[in-house]
């Protein structure tokens, strides 16, 4: 009973000593700081940021200025709506303001923010993106996964072929989805994971899951972030999520490394169209003389091209386009059959009823 006593004594201690270091921090600060909201002790404006945080913002910069000061919990933010305001932040002082927030979900998702989208601003974060740059977007390496590109669109008509003939409706943004992920996988992994030719549906599935909770926790707005006493407390449990997902991530990862490692020793050298992402970034040297890159590297490099795609974020453009197609097929496949560099399909499935 004592000790529990004890905790207790503790923990008020604590938060009372949060709450004058955080009183006083601001007192002194706030002579030199941008106009804003005035805030609660410990929470700061963040009751003031509605579902809507971009409307509040908006109406903040209107009512004190171009430039605004918050305090989001123990987090210092600034918003503005002023366009030189922007052109200083993202041109003069872009290395400033370069890095992400380390949140906790990139600390556990990310490899303690160690990929390309979320690493801070540094001589690794230069590294990794060189490596990017130079082995996986060049002009030379895109060419040679032109034939996967060509086999997914094959793929593509076939499946909107069959449905339309089915007479079944098609949701667009999943075909096109799955259309985006595969080139995306097979560039990086040598492995499809939607459709027919998919790596098993065990694997495919355990994919489709681990992508969909990464994205969401990735995005997930958390208040551990801003109050560290959430964590405390996290009645939601999404920090026992975050390290769930983190070693699944981590698994499937591994899994995919030690695969190209086996078939890499059975195999040897593949040829230039059959190499993959993986193969690169085994066959490269690590840092400090290093003879390979280290596992942690390479699963947040792999990871990385990823974070920008999931199957249901397609652009409205393309769907918009599909849309058109089917709308005015005589007209539009006329413009577009000329710039097809290969026959998508043996013939044409366009036809008015």
């Known amino acids: 009973m004592d000790l529990i006593k004890l905790i207790y004594v503790f923990l008020c201690l604590r938060f009372l000593a949060y709450v004058f270091q955080s009183w006083f921090r601001i007192s002194n600060e706030s002579k ?9 002790p410990i929470i700061g404006n963040l009751l003031q940021l509605s579902q809507l945080p971009h409307r509040d913002l908006a109406s903040l910069c209107q009512k004190y200025g171009p430039l605004v000061y918050l ?21 003069h002082q872009d290395d400033v303001f370069a890095s992400r927030p380390r949140t906790l979900a990139a600390v556990h998702l ?58 079944e409706s098609i949701n667009l943004r999943e075909v096109l989805g799955a259309f985006s992920m595969n080139n995306v996988t097979r560039m990086l992994l040598g492995k499809q994971y939607f459709g027919e030719e998919s790596a098993g549906p065990q694997e495919a599935m355990e994919f489709m ?22 964590r405390w407390i996290d009645p939601y449990g999404c920090e026992r ?17 030690e695969e190209h490692r086996k078939k890499m020793q059975i195999e040897g050298l593949k040829d230039e169209g059959e190499i993959d992402f993986v193969d690169v970034l085994l066959s490269l040297a690590g840092e400090d003389g290093q003879r390979n890159m280290d596992d942690k590297d390479i699963k947040a490099l792999i990871q990385s091209p ?33 710039r097809l560099s290969f026959n998508l399909y043996p013939y044409s499935f366009w036809s008015r009823n």
């Not at 397609?314 to 000329?338: H, Q, S, V």
């Open 110 to 167: 990310a490899y303690g923010c160690g990929d390309v989208a979320l690493a801070p601003l540094g001589p690794k974060w230069k590294r990794m993106r060189r490596i990017c740059m130079e082995h996986l977007l060049t002009t030379k390496r895109l060419e040679s996964f032109s034939r996967h590109r060509a086999d997914e669109s094959q793929h593509l008509v076939q499946d909107v072929w069959v449905k339309a003939q089915k007479e």
């Open 241 to 257: 999520k975050m390290r769930e997902v983190e070693k699944r991530v981590d698994d499937f990862h591994m899994k995919i490394i």
């Open 306 to 338: 990823a974070d920008g795609l999931k199957p249901q974020d397609i652009d409205t453009n393309e769907a918009y386009g599909m849309t058109m197609l089917t709308a005015k097929p005589p007209t539009l496949m006329a413009i577009a059959r000329p």
């Open 71 to 91: 305090r989001l919990g123990s987090i210092d933010a600034i918003t503005t709506n002023d366009p030189d305001i922007i052109r200083e932040i993202l041109v």
């Open 32 to 40: 030199r700081l941008p106009p804003g909201p005035p805030g609660w």
């Open 209 to 230: 899951h681990i992508t969909h909770e990464l994205f969401w926790l990735l995005g997930l707005i958390y208040l551990g972030d801003y109050l560290p006493f959430w």
